[in-house]
C-alpha cells in the first residue's frame, strides 16, 4: 500500500448550548487543502469523551494518517492554547465542573497516565508570534471530550514516532462572543490563520 499523504484535521460539533463550534467551522474550511507533501483530511468529532475516542480511532485506521491535529474551543481563553500534555482522565459526566465530584475515568483503561504532545510548540509558537497571533503553551486540555481526543491520538499513534500528533483549543470566535460578552474572543479569520501556520509547521517536518 502506498504510503498515506493524510494530515488529519478534526474538529468538534457545537455543544454547551453553542450554535457552531469554530473549531469545526476552521477545519472544515481546510478540507482537501495541500500542506507541503501532505493532504488535510478535516473530521468532525462528537462531543463526548467515550464518542471522541471511537471516532478517532476509527478515523487513524481508515486514514493512516502522516500527521494530526486536533482543535477545539475552550471559551474563555485569552489566546491560541498549543497543548502540551494529555492525560488519561475523563469526566464524562462533567461532575468536576458540575458537583465538584470527579468521578474520573481512564480515557483508555491500563494505558499510561499522560502523554506530550508530539509537535514542535516552540516552532509554532514562534511562527504565531511572527504574525502577532496572541498564543501560548498550555498545560491543561482539560479532562472532557478534547483532551480525550488527544490522549487517544498519542496512544493510537505511539509505535508511530514519525508521525507529529497535537492539539490546539481556540476562543471565542466573535460571533459567539456576542453570546458571551465578558469572555474574551478572536476572530474566526485570525483564528484560521493561526492554524494554517501550525499545518504548515508540523507538515514541513514530516
Ligand atoms: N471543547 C471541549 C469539547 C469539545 C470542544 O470543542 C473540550 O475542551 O473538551
Known amino acids: 500500500m502506498a504510503p498515506s499523504r493524510i494530515f488529519l484535521l478534526t474538529g468538534f460539533a457545537p ?19 495541500e500542506i507541503g507533501a501532505l493532504q488535510i483530511k478535516s473530521v468532525r468529532i462528537p462531543v463526548g469523551c467515550a464518542k471522541a475516542v471511537r ?14 491535529l486536533g482543535l477545539g ?6 489566546a491560541i492554547s498549543l497543548e502540551q500534555l494529555a492525560i488519561n482522565l475523563a469526566d464524562e459526566r462533567g461532575g ?6 470527579p468521578g474520573l475515568r481512564p480515557v483508555i483503561a491500563g494505558a499510561p497516565d499522560a502523554y506530550f504532545a508530539r ?25 472532557y471530550a478534547c483532551n480525550a481526543l488527544m490522549y487517544a491520538s ?3 499513534l505511539r509505535r508511530r ?39 504548515i509547521t508540523i507538515a514541513s517536518a514530516v
Do not use: C
Open 15 to 33: 455543544f454547551g448550548g453553542e450554535r457552531t463550534n469554530p473549531s469545526w467551522q476552521i477545519a472544515r474550511e481546510l478540507d482537501g487543502e
Open 55 to 68: 471516532r478517532i480511532n476509527a478515523a487513524i485506521v481508515r486514514y493512516r494518517p502522516r500527521a494530526m
Open 73 to 78: 474551543e475552550a471559551g474563555g481563553r485569552t
Open 96 to 101: 468536576l465542573k458540575e458537583k465538584g465530584d
Open 119 to 143: 509537535l514542535d510548540l516552540q516552532r509554532i509558537l514562534a511562527g504565531l508570534d511572527e504574525e502577532r497571533i496572541p498564543a501560548t503553551i498550555s498545560l491543561s486540555a482539560g479532562a
Open 154 to 156: 498519542l496512544h493510537l
Open 161 to 199: 514516532a514519525r508521525v507529529p500528533v497535537g492539539f490546539i483549543h481556540l476562543p471565542y470566535e466573535e460571533r459567539q462572543a456576542l453570546r458571551h460578552r465578558s469572555l474574551p474572543s478572536m476572530s474566526l479569520a485570525t483564528m484560521e490563520q493561526a492554524v494554517r501556520i501550525a499545518t
